[in-house]
Structure formats: structure tokens, C-alpha cells
């Protein structure tokens, strides 16, 4: 009897999850990115009990020092500690990241997957509207929308979350059409479920993994999208230390206090690295067919 269970009872190493971990697990660039993600976070998240340096404190006594021993990476042109302004700014640029491409997903998803479930007159307005987003750049189309809300970090995420909605949208509307052919779908429609709860229970859940690897990836596209509008001074306005403000804020001192820019431009690079990284390794986790 008690072999009969055993036999029986489902092996939890042998679940879907579990392969997909352990594919995981095996891509090393996958860990690499979150590696260094996860030192980014612990730096922003912990950075009063790592630095005891003010990022926003002004000293023009040590103003322009090169790194050193105190200063790991330099100061400023106002004297301020460039390594605990990337710890305090990894704040603001990691979460516009995360808070844009939710904004994103929330909106474009639910509206992909509507407009490629019931197709029709619906189909058609949302994607013509999707096709006029998608004129624009995704920078140009934030860079206008902070035009009209205004410079500030609440401006920068919103601006940057609306670009990349379009891309969202055209994801998951792919999806919808492929997995409304699928049988379960047709006995659900069969059975007499209402679209909404087909959308709910069928079409959204079997969509989730590619969208939580897209969103994945879009993370870095809208750190660069907020660095950049943080770069032309239109993002998160100082003295508040966010590495695309730091780049603006440096860019007159590039030939003869070049690390000022090196450092959070590094910071910049390595955390799109990481995302994307990230993302690639998650793709081939819940894909194993678009591995190379």
C-alpha cells in the first residue's frame, strides 16, 4: 500500500518548474545578470548602512577629487560622493524601471489579448492606435509626453511605461490569436463560458511566461528611456542622484574629470546588462526551442 502511494504521489524534481529552474540555473550569463542585479539592489536598499556619505550634501572643498581611498569614485563638481549618488540613485532608476514596464504591461497586455481574442471593429481601432504609437521611437514618444506633464520622476516613469505599451499590446495580441485556435479554447466556447472568462482563465493564463520575459527585457529599454530624458535634464530633477541626471549634470567636466560620467554610465550599462541577461535566460527557461 505504502509503495502503491509512493509511486503515485508526483515528483516534485520532475514538474515543469523544476526543469525550467533547473534550465535556469544552468545558463551562466543568466546568473551573471542576476548577480549583478542583486548586488544593485542590495546597494540602493542598504545604502545608509553602507555609506555613511550624503549624496546630495554639497562640499566645494572637496569638489573634482579623482577616486581615493575616502572617495572609492571620485566626487563631483560640488563635492558630493559619486559612489553613494549611484547607491542612492540606483533607488530611482531600478524602481522607474520596474514602475514604467508594469504601467506597460497592465495597459498593453490586457488590451493585446481583447484585441486579438475578439478581432473584429475591436481589433481594429486598438491596433490602429498601437500603429500610431508605434511611429514613434519609444525615447521620442516619452520625450513628448514629459513635454506635457512636465519634468520630475513621476513624469519620467509615466512617459516611459506609455512608450513601450505598444510593444506589449503587439506581444500579446500574438498570443491571443495563436492560443484561441487551441482545442481547449473551442470545448470552452463549446460549453457555453462568456469571452471574458475564457480571456481570464485560458488565454491570459497560458500567456503569462513570454510576457514576464518581455516585460523582463523591456526593464532595461526603460531605464534607458529614463536616463536618457534624465541626461537632457527632463527626468528626475536634482539634486536627486539618478545615473541619467548624473550623466547631464557631468557632461561639461567629460575632458578633464571624465569619471564623473564613467561611473554612472557604467552603472547605466551594467544594469541593462543584467536585464537583459535576465531576460534571455528566462526565454530559453520557459522555450527551450528558441535556444541557440
Known amino acids: 500500500m505504502l509503495e502503491s502511494l509512493q509511486t503515485a504521489a508526483p515528483r516534485v524534481d520532475g514538474s515543469p518548474f523544476s526543469s525550467r529552474l533547473r534550465?535556469?540555473?544552468?545558463?551562466?550569463?543568466?546568473?551573471?545578470?542576476?548577480?549583478?542585479?542583486?548586488?544593485?539592489?542590495?546597494?540602493?536598499?542598504?545604502?545608509?548602512?553602507?555609506?555613511?556619505?550624503?549624496p546630495t550634501g554639497q562640499n566645494l572643498a572637496a569638489a573634482f577629487q579623482p577616486p581615493s581611498a575616502k572617495h572609492w569614485l571620485g566626487t563631483d563638481d560640488l563635492g558630493r560622493d559619486i559612489l553613494a549618488r549611484i547607491m542612492y540613485g540606483g533607488r530611482y532608476t531600478l524602481l522607474?524601471?520596474?514602475?514604467?514596464v508594469s504601467i506597460a504591461t497592465i495597459i498593453g497586455v490586457p488590451l493585446g489579448l481583447i484585441s486579438g481574442y475578439l478581432g473584429g471593429v475591436t481589433d481594429t481601432i486598438i491596433q490602429r492606435i498601437t500603429d500610431i504609437m508605434l511611429s514613434f521611437n519609444p525615447f521620442l514618444l516619452a520625450l513628448m509626453?514629459?513635454?506635457?506633464?512636465?519634468?520630475?520622476?513621476k513624469s519620467v516613469t509615466i512617459a516611459a511605461g506609455i512608450g513601450v505599451i505598444p510593444q506589449f499590446i503587439r506581444l500579446a495580441r500574438g498570443q491571443?490569436?495563436?492560443?484561441?485556435e487551441e482545442v481547449y479554447v473551442e470545448a470552452a466556447v463549446a460549453f457555453g463560458e462568456k469571452p471574458m472568462a475564457i480571456l481570464r482563465r485560458h488565454?491570459?493564463?497560458?500567456?503569462?511566461?513570454?510576457i514576464i520575459v518581455y516585460a523582463t527585457l523591456n526593464i532595461g529599454?526603460?531605464?534607458?528611456?529614463?536616463?536618457?530624458?534624465?541626461?537632457?535634464?527632463?527626468?528626475v530633477q536634482p539634486p536627486a542622484p539618478?545615473?541619467?541626471?548624473?550623466?547631464?549634470?557631468?557632461?561639461s567636466y567629460?575632458?578633464?574629470?571624465?569619471?564623473?560620467m564613467t561611473f554612472p554610465g557604467l552603472a547605466i550599462f551594467l544594469a541593462v546588462l543584467s536585464f537583459n541577461l535576465l531576460g534571455d535566460g528566462l526565454r530559453d527557461a520557459v522555450d527551450p526551442s528558441l535556444r541557440d
Do not use: C
Open 176 to 180: 491571443a490569436l495563436s492560443i484561441r
Open 221 to 235: 529599454l526603460t531605464i534607458l528611456v529614463a536616463a536618457g530624458l534624465g541626461f537632457l535634464g527632463l527626468g
Open 203 to 210: 488565454v491570459m493564463r497560458n500567456s503569462l511566461a513570454p
Open 96 to 100: 522607474i524601471g520596474l514602475v514604467a
Open 23 to 54: 534550465t535556469f540555473a544552468g545558463n551562466k550569463a543568466a546568473l551573471v545578470g542576476l548577480v549583478i542585479l542583486l548586488i544593485f539592489v542590495i546597494l540602493a536598499v542598504f545604502a545608509p548602512l553602507l555609506t555613511s556619505q550624503d
Open 145 to 153: 509626453l514629459v513635454a506635457v506633464f512636465g519634468a520630475g520622476a
Open 254 to 260: 567629460i575632458f578633464h574629470a571624465s569619471y564623473q
Open 242 to 251: 539618478e545615473w541619467g541626471t548624473m550623466l547631464g549634470e557631468a557632461r
